[in-house]
Nanobody
Framework: EVQLVESGGGLVQAGGSLRLSCAASGFSFNDYAIGWYLEAPGKAREGVGC????????YYEDSMKGRFTISRDNARNTASLQMDSLKAEDTAVYYC????????????????WGKGTLVTVSS
């Protein structure tokens, strides 16, 4: 059974940092790209970025590039999203997803999804 399990969410003050993890099982992690997405309250899902099998990274929004860092550890079947200089508007449920390739911006159809972890940034 394919599973993606996010962890590391919580409450943090503006300006602070959080590191989200995505633990994968049930598929060949090395062969899959991992995407990160967010869904803010009352808003549509939005792409954060994606890391492919060569560890090349796409950040879908300029506002996140430089504050958010995506990485992966194939030996541990995990991916991470390091979030620094957090802002109140970063408050959202964050999801990781997996598919054979990183998708284009605004495509939200990656094949496997986790259930998300809530990040709340207080101002």
């Amino acid at each position: 059974e394919v599973q993606l399990v996010e962890s590391g969410g919580g409450l943090v003050q503006a300006g602070g940092s959080l590191r989200l993890s995505c633990a994968a099982s049930g598929f060949s992690f090395n062969d899959y790209a991992i995407g990160w997405y967010l869904e803010a309250p009352g808003k549509a899902r939005e792409g954060v970025g994606c890391i492919d099998t060569r560890h090349d990274i796409i950040y879908y929004e300029d506002s996140m590039k430089g504050r958010f860092t995506i990485s992966r550890d194939n030996a541990r079947n995990t991916a991470s999203l390091q979030m620094d200089s957090l802002k109140a508007e970063d408050t959202a449920v964050y999801y990781c997803a997996a598919d054979l390739r990183c998708p284009e911006k605004y495509y939200y159809g990656m094949g496997y999804w986790g259930k998300g972890t809530l990040v709340t940034v207080s101002s």
